[in-house]
């Protein structure tokens, strides 16, 4: 049953007595009985996010949020030092009418970028051409894919139509740079993580190794729980070797800077989207078989914690608008974009005045593809955006296929890493230089580790309108009456248990909201104070009591894997596909906490009530978290960190694990924004905590001339 009270009433009711519990009718250890459901790449359905109008105005909001989502996610934000790429450009192979070189760079110190660059022997009009990155996806092969001469794989393709050339059906990605190329533009086709000449790191998707799981930098890599403390990840070296990869195009003599795009199917469809999402350079994109409100990309470079939380691939699409943009669908995931994603993108792009620079080829009787006709389309937009001049349709014509000896980039003049270049020892250092680059970037930047915060907490102050009390219940204990409630954030469908405690006498105004990771310590399962609440009342201070989401639990809830892996060490464990879709526990906390401010705010006749955030037991980081995202809110904090750092915590499914914790700042980063509420922080140092020493700072607080910061909904 829930009530619905007049806010008049509820808080005559909260205030008008006792005392804070979280899980009374239950161990105050035990977790809450129904977890909020967790989002699943493969199940979720994942329309566009965005209410409201669509201006230019809005809409440039909206891009930037989901760019710096992005580019957190990717540990992208601030972006990494731009290291000389030192490319290495040789071994040029002629063809009829276009070359293709071996080129190799350095996206950070020491790690490379390999792949094929594509050039026409045909100079275009002005003597200058377009520059178009392709990368290629989860192919067999990835760029050295050769599917045969006269295999049934190839034969079948010519015989469904989908090719129209032996040549094409054999390699259909060198099939789009041979033809893109012949057409007067530059191609820079370029390997994912694991493929073709990207040796070092030899797995595209590990999962975790005990012996890359260290603490310190250099001692972790990929996939531990240091590299998600510091939101590194393939999903972000991928990204940040794509931008690396538009850095190296535009050194190539001749590449229009005004005409820069990128193409691929699949996975490189994802970095497509990705790359256009978070860097305007790019004029024009076509991501294909990826755009969909159905399965969001099932490898590990697709996916990144905090990466699809408020958003989806439509959104990530849509953040390239007004700009030219192509997308295809097949009988794949993407079967049902015409009727669901793509109206909603059809919308952005006319709102924005700009509805001819959105494309789209509902091709579903093909399976997941890159085939011919798609490929046409692509020449065709290609064609008509960059204006180069060719009658439409613009159809490709055969061409020879290279082979691995052809393309490769490692030769004998110039050898392939080795020794400590390759493997463990390589993602070590790798990692290690990405840490230190990022902590000397983000030094002093207070900007940053709030914007940081806030997007990895993920939600704004509730409004009053969409906080209600429920399950409201009066009993008394020992002479006192304790008021039990229910929170409920309406909007998101969440609800917080919270006891309300009042003086009988004597209120001074001030209200103590008090988190805490065993309540017990505060008021026992039978509602009678501990010796910290009963402080705060025969001080005059009111206390608010909320229970932390699954206080008690062991491991935080994760999204189901289909593997038997006991040791979770398979990359289908990756933290990624839980907390790319869904909040930590850390932040549902936060939420909560911000909801129960909300409500304690929520009575007109307490204009000058004072709230007073207060975290101890095992819930300091939940409250310094708060702190920073209400400070307009509060009169103060008092935050008993019992000298706990996120650095500690050698496990993705601990319950206080946090990705992106360390890489800004851990808690001393937390407690830097709050400065502006000046915190009383305890259990740092000398500073001695503990529920007695938190009640006495409380009173301090409460006596304290702080005037109110309340701000309007």
Known sequence: MQLRLPR????????????????????????????????ELNTDYFPLHFDGPISAETWAQRRAEVRDRILLAAGLLPLPTRTPLNAVIHGRVERDDYTIDRVFFESFPGHYVTGSLYLPKRIPPGGRMPGILSPHGHWPGGRFLDNGAGTAKTLEQLAIGAERFESGARAPMQARCVQLARMGC???????????????????????????????????????SMADLRLQSNFGLQTWNSLRALDFLLTVPGVDPTRLAATGASGGATQVMMLAAIDDRLTAAFPCVMVSTAMQGGCTCENACYLRINQGNVDIAAAFAPK?????????????????????????????????????????????????????????????HFNLGFPDPVLERDFVVSSPEEATVWTVAHPKPSGAQVGAEHEKALLRYWSEDSDRLLSGRGDLLARAWTIMVGREMPRGADVRLGDVTEAERDGQAVVRAT?????????????????????????????????????????????????????????????????????????????????????????????????????????????????????????SARIILVGGGGAGEVAAAAGAMMQAELAGAVIDTEGFRFASLMDQWQPRFVPGAVKYGDVPGLLSLCEPLRPVVLGEGAAKGGAEAVASAVLKLATAPVPSRRTSE
């Not at 493929?195 to 999962?207: C, F, L």
């Not at 009988?331 to 793509?342: A, C, M, N, P, V």
């Not at 009678?528 to 025969?538: D, E």
């Not at 008690?552 to 892996?565: A, F, I, L, S, W």
């Open 487 to 607: 929170v409920q954030d309406v909007r998101h469908a969440e609800s917080v248990p919270c006891v309300f405690l009042k003086p009988k006498s004597g209120w001074n105004g001030t209200v103590a909201l008090w988190l805490a990771q065993n309540a017990g310590e505060l008021v026992d399962a039978e509602g009678r104070p501990g010796a910290a609440a009963q402080r705060l009342l025969a001080g005059g201070v009111a206390v608010a009591v909320s229970s932390l989401y699954l206080a008690g639990t062991t491991e935080q809830p994760m999204n189901p894997v289909k593997n038997d892996d006991p040791g979770r060490n398979d990359y289908r464990w990756t933290a990624s596909y839980t907390y790319g879709y869904n909040h930590s526990l850390f932040a549902h906390r936060v939420h909560d906490a911000m909801a129960v401010t909300r409500a304690i705010q929520q009575d007109p006749r307490l204009p």
């Open 8 to 39: 008049e009433f509820l808080f005559t009711l909260m205030f008008s007595v006792s005392l804070p519990t979280a899980g009374w009718s239950q161990p105050a250890t035990a977790p809450a009985p129904h977890p909020r459901p967790l989002r």
């Open 186 to 224: 530059a191609v820079f086709f370029y390997d994912m993580l694991g493929y073709a000449d990207s040796i070092q790191i030899a797995e595209h998707r590990s999962g975790r190794r005990p012996e890359l799981s260290g603490r310190e930098p250099g001692t972790y890599g990929l996939y531990s």
């Open 324 to 384: 030219p943009m192509g997308l295809t669908a097949a009988d794949d995931w993407t079967k049902e974009l015409e009727s669901k994603g793509y109206p909603e993108l059809q919308a952005v792009w006319s709102q924005l005045g700009n509805p001819g620079n959105l494309l789209a080829t509902f091709n579903t009787h093909w399976k997941h593809n890159y085939n011919h006709v798609t490929r046409t389309t692509v020449y065709g937009f290609m064609n008509r």
